[in-house]
């Protein structure tokens, strides 16, 4: 009986611990168009991939990335997907990119 306790506790102690880790977030390298979201002053910088995805953009220097508006853009970085309970109003529908690095491609 004593046996069986111990494999019962050690069964639940492993499905707590493997729970308890989050996956990674997805990296993705996306070619689009970047875009101003919203009205100022909440305005913000987000981009609409070829395939019609739309992501925000969260970027260390998103003043050099908001004067490249208007052109193709080839973005790698991170995607964090919206919470389904909530959802603000300077997200966009396929969640938010944070920008490793990026480069203008040819139309």
């Known amino acids: 009986m ?3 306790f111990k494999i019962i506790f050690l069964t ?3 499905i707590f611990m493997f729970s308890s880790f989050s996956l990674p977030p997805k990296r993705v390298v996306v070619k689009g168009y970047l875009k101003f979201y919203g009205n100022e002053p909440f305005a913000f910088l987000g981009i609409e991939t ?3 995805k739309q992501y925000k ?4 220097n998103e003043q050099q990335l908001s004067d490249l508006q208007g052109y193709l853009l080839k973005i790698e970085g991170t995607v964090k997907k919206n919470s389904k309970k909530s959802f603000a109003f300077d997200s966009l529908k396929d969640g938010t990119l944070t920008v490793d690095s990026y480069s203008v491609e040819q139309d």
């Not at 953009?57 to 260390?60: F, Q, R």
């Open 57 to 60: 953009i969260v970027a260390e």
């Open 2 to 4: 004593k046996q069986f």
């Open 12 to 14: 639940f102690l492993v």
């Open 50 to 52: 070829l395939d019609g």
